[in-house]
C-alpha cells in the first residue's frame, strides 16, 4: 500500500505535505549554525577572562551582542525543530503532545533569557 501519489511524489509533498518544507528550514538552519559557530565562539573567546564591568561591555557592544543573539536564536528554532521530529517518531498521544509544548516553552524560554540578557548588558551602563 503507498501513501503517496505519483503526483506528490513529483511536487515533492508527502502524506502530511510538509516533509520537504520542514526538511529545507533544517537545512537552512544547519547553514547558518555552520557559519555561526565560529563566530560565537570568537566573540565569546574574547570574552573570557574579562571583569563583570568589561564582560558587560564587551557584549554590549554591536558584533558580540548580534553574533550571540542569532547563534542562541537559531540554535533553539533548530533544536526545537529537531526534537519535534525526535518526539513523534518515539512517543504516541498525550505524551507526545505535553513533550512537544515542554520542548517549545524550554526553547522559547531559553530565546528569551539570552535576549533579555544581552540586551540588559548592551543599555546598562558599567558602574566603573
Given at each position: 500500500m503507498r501513501y503517496?501519489?505519483?503526483?506528490k511524489a513529483a511536487q515533492g509533498l508527502g502524506s502530511a505535505r510538509s516533509?520537504?518544507?520542514?526538511?529545507?528550514?533544517?537545512?537552512?538552519?544547519?547553514?547558518a549554525l555552520i557559519i555561526l559557530t565560529p563566530l560565537f565562539l570568537i566573540a565569546?573567546?574574547?570574552?573570557?577572562g574579562l571583569p563583570r564591568e568589561e564582560l558587560m561591555a564587551h557584549f554590549g557592544r554591536p558584533f558580540p551582542g548580534v553574533i550571540t543573539a542569532l547563534f542562541i536564536?537559531?540554535?533553539?528554532?533548530?533544536f526545537i525543530k529537531g526534537t519535534r521530529i525526535m518526539l513523534d517518531?518515539?512517543?504516541?498521544?498525550?505524551v507526545n503532545k505535553l513533550a512537544i509544548v515542554a520542548s517549545n516553552i524550554f526553547g522559547w524560554g531559553v530565546i528569551a533569557a539570552a535576549v533579555f540578557a544581552l540586551?540588559?548588558?548592551a543599555f546598562t551602563t558599567p558602574a566603573i
Open positions: 503517496i501519489t505519483p503526483r516533509g520537504t518544507h520542514h526538511h529545507w528550514q533544517m537545512t537552512v538552519s544547519s547553514y565569546v573567546g574574547a570574552g573570557i536564536i537559531v540554535g533553539m528554532v533548530h517518531d518515539y512517543l504516541y498521544g498525550n540586551a540588559k548588558m
